[in-house]
């Protein structure tokens, strides 16, 4: 394969294809369906898979197929089908990515917007843009260019699905409605991951869990006056706050369940440090902080630890509670939470949710009524060991296009669908990697794409593609 003329194809497929189309994919509003009810009848989730099958079926690649696939009830899914370049293996390469996105939120910079395409400084901006829009265009783009220039490249499936950002609460049926399509899969290649910088390649190495649990704690049928009832009864708060520090250390944050916890493998922990050498405030700079605010730990090594092997508690909602203006004074009925529990790569979710719902419930301060709402769980992921002929093309591809080497990290968010694969196909390789990088603000304002970095990025999936057909 010619890989300088490699690099130079994507690049140009880049500026004279991808980004119009993908700047026109900004302006759909495909809210994933977990924040929009009427999904089905918005029709903007259709309308972004469509505009991405209309584009790939406009590049002409030989025997390509582009197929929307929709199971009763559930968010469609487009399913992109490559033959093997000649001479290449039939085995599957199985390249993901999503098409649903998060929701506008308000507070966008001066100019900017989340369903209006903005070219600024190398980026894109606008909602979908890096999470996850371009995954498709990048993986397209690499065979493409892989084709054009000498490469190789087995069987591609690239899978576009449209719940990401709900969970992928749709995927398992999928995956099993697809599973005798796909094949032998032997490589998967993820578009929805991170990157440390933009100066070299990145692995994601480990992804956490996650978990959501609705409690609430119920004192009373109805509000009373709190002038006649306090004393008398506890509010529901400070009971709830009793059984949150069954789970939760208040003052480190530390999870107290065991079966939230695992021992931390050491090649992890070495590879952390590895990270954090190649880029000093790697993690630590990661989070804007307020003025005095400081971060759980001057250890950065233990601060990416904990963002990416340790359980971590946040809550993320509440109801039985007016807001400040509306209080009165009143010994409130009840008060719920929502629980969002992010869980070690390897940690059990289900066996972690039966764990927490025990210590909530079990043994209540004066007899308070604990009921539990809405739940659900994801699977963590842990990336097998990469064999020899995929470190190889890693190397070659990062000292080609990056001149550096790569490096690897952990992720403290989730991908639910790499747990599930990994499960499917025990025997595959994974390369998790994408182009969520420093200030590409996922799920926030002025979410942007690093249009350079993303075409790099879809270089070095040619070579990985050519180098496993060659293996």
Known sequence: MDRAAVTKTVQQIWDESVLPSLSELVEIPAVSPAYDADWEANGHLDAAVDHVRQWVTARGIPGAEAEVVRLDGRSPLLLIDIPPAEGASEETVLLYGHLDKQPPLHGWSEGLGPWTPVVRNGRLYGRGSVDDGYSGYAAISAVEAA????????????????????????????????????????????????????????????????????????????????????????????????????????????????????????????????????????????????????????????????NTWRPTLSVIGADGMPAPSDAGNVLRPYTTLMLSFRLPPTADPQAAMEAVKQRLSTDVPYGAQVSFGHSDTGMGWNAPDLQPWLHEALDQASADIFGTRWQTMGVGGSIPLMGLLHNAYPDAQFVVTGALGPDSNAHVPDESLHLGFAAKLSAAIAYLLDAHARR
């Open 147 to 306: 084709r054009q220039h000498g490469g190789r490249h087995a069987r591609c499936v690239v899978l576009l699905e449209t719940g990401e950002e709900s969970g992928s609460p749709d995927l398992p049926a999928y995956l099993e409605h697809l599973s005798d399509r796909l094949g032998d899969v032997t490589l998967i290649v993820c578009l929805d991951s991170g990157a440390g910088d933009y100066e070299r390649l990145w692995l994601t190495t480990s992804l956490r869990g996650g978990m959501q649990l609705e409690v609430t704690v119920r004192v009373l049928e109805s509000g009373q006056h709190s002038g006649m009832a306090s004393g008398i009864l506890p509010s529901s708060f400070r009971i709830m706050r009793q059984l949150l520090d069954r789970i939760e250390d208040p003052r480190t944050g530390e999870i107290l369940v065991p079966e939230l916890n695992v021992p931390i493998p050491n090649n992890r922990v070495e590879q952390t440090r590895a990270a954090l050498e190649a880029v000093p405030g790697l993690v630590r700079n990661s989070v804007p902080l307020l003025d005095g605010m400081q971060p759980l730990s001057e250890d950065e090594v233990e601060l990416a630890l904990n």
